[in-house]
């Protein structure tokens, strides 16, 4: 008579491999998803960027228009510089830099890993730029006197960016007196 574990352990070893292979193959797939997951969200993110553009582009003096933005979670929009007369040192996002914009608005991700306690020494430390030259994506709006991208609709500067925490967001685009002013209208 044969060794029972003589011949169970050929069948064992089978198991545990199979195990082990089917483990690796959906580790693989998770992973696989989040690279086209993550491309999706940013095509969403350049999709909404280019509107917003347009908008910009085609506004006429005095005029408003909305933009409703959709299912962007850990976004913001940003307007840059930042009020430069606060925020001395101040550096704006690498992309209107190298683009030699003075003025520009960018779609930053990775917005929620703040807490929200916007101050003097972060924007010093450039730690919001950072944001933006990580996960961003920018257009230029130099054309204009001023710009001012916040979520306070009578804000007078850039110090609180216009984040995504719900799933639908309306932006309003306001140009009076070569002033741009963007906002969220809750």
Do not use: H, Q
Not at 25 to 31: D, H, K, Q, V
Not at 46 to 57: D, F, P
Not at 109 to 124: A, K, L, Q, T
């Amino acid at each position: 008579m044969k060794n029972k574990k003589a011949i169970l352990m050929p069948e064992t070893l089978k198991i545990i491999i199979a195990v082990m292979c089917l483990l690796l193959l959906a580790y693989l797939s998770i992973n696989l998803y989040g690279v086209f997951a993550g491309d999706r969200e940013l095509e969403k993110v350049k999709n909404y960027a280019n509107e917003l553009e347009e908008i910009i582009e085609g506004i006429k003096e005095g005029e408003s228009d909305e933009l409703m933005i959709l299912g962007l979670n850990d976004w913001a929009i940003t307007g840059w510089p930042f009020d430069p007369g606060i925020f001395s040192g101040e550096k704006m996002p690498e992309e209107c830099i190298r683009n030699k914009w003075n003025k520009c608005i960018c779609f930053c991700g990775n917005w929620d890993s703040w807490d929200n306690s916007y101050s003097v020494e972060r924007f010093n430390r450039g730690e919001y730029k950072n944001l933006c030259d990580e996960k961003g994506v920018c257009f230029d709006t130099s054309g204009f006197n001023k710009l001012i991208v916040d979520s306070n609709k009578d804000s007078k500067d850039n110090d609180n960016p216009i984040s995504f925490k719900k799933s639908v967001v309306n932006v309003i685009v306001k140009l009076e007196n070569n002033e741009l002013r963007i906002w969220k209208n809750d």
